[in-house]
């Protein structure tokens, strides 16, 4: 057999360990936002939902990392520098889009914008 016919397993594999981690922080993060809907902590309805969102955001890097095993090691960097392109050009989309249809709105109906 030739070193050419046995392939080398880039990804990084996780232990029971690192999988219990992520697990536990899921909950964890899941049971916050939970808790602070049910019990009304915040008395600002934006701050809740920006609490919420902010916790969303750190279980989504959680599931990446414990889950999905992504890093910048993980097959040449090329899987986050993917992610990260992918963010990018949504996040463009998303609030290109917005703020196209804010500024068609404004410049379609002058009439109906404080008049």
Same mark, same amino acid.
Do not use: C
């Given at each position: 057999?030739?070193?050419?016919?046995? !392939?080398?397993?880039?990804?990084? /594999?996780?232990? =029971?360990?690192?999988?219990?981690?992520?697990?536990?922080? %899921?909950? #964890?993060? *899941?049971?916050?936002?939970?808790?602070?809907?049910?019990?009304?902590?915040?008395?600002?309805?934006?701050?809740?939902?920006?609490?919420?969102?902010?916790?969303?955001?750190?279980?989504?890097?959680? !599931?990446?990392?414990?889950?999905? /095993?992504?890093? =910048?090691?993980?097959?040449?960097?090329?899987?986050?520098? %993917?992610? #990260?392109? *992918?963010?990018?050009?949504?996040?463009?989309?998303?609030?290109?889009?917005?703020?196209?249809?804010?500024?068609?709105?404004?410049?379609?109906?002058?009439?109906?914008?404080?008049?």
């Amino acid at each position: 057999m030739s070193e050419h016919d046995h !392939h080398a397993e880039e990804a990084p /594999h996780s232990t =029971f360990k690192g999988y219990m981690i992520g697990f536990v922080a %899921s909950v #964890i993060l *899941t049971a916050i936002p939970f808790w602070l809907v049910m019990s009304d902590v915040l008395d600002s309805r934006n701050a809740t939902v920006l609490v919420i969102l902010g916790f969303a955001v750190v279980q989504i890097v959680v !599931h990446m990392i414990y889950f999905l /095993h992504m890093d =910048f090691q993980a097959q040449g960097g090329w899987t986050m520098l %993917s992610l #990260i392109f *992918t963010v990018v050009l949504v996040f463009i989309t998303l609030f290109g889009s917005l703020w196209v249809m804010y500024h068609m709105n404004v410049n379609m109906m002058p009439s109906m914008m404080g008049g």
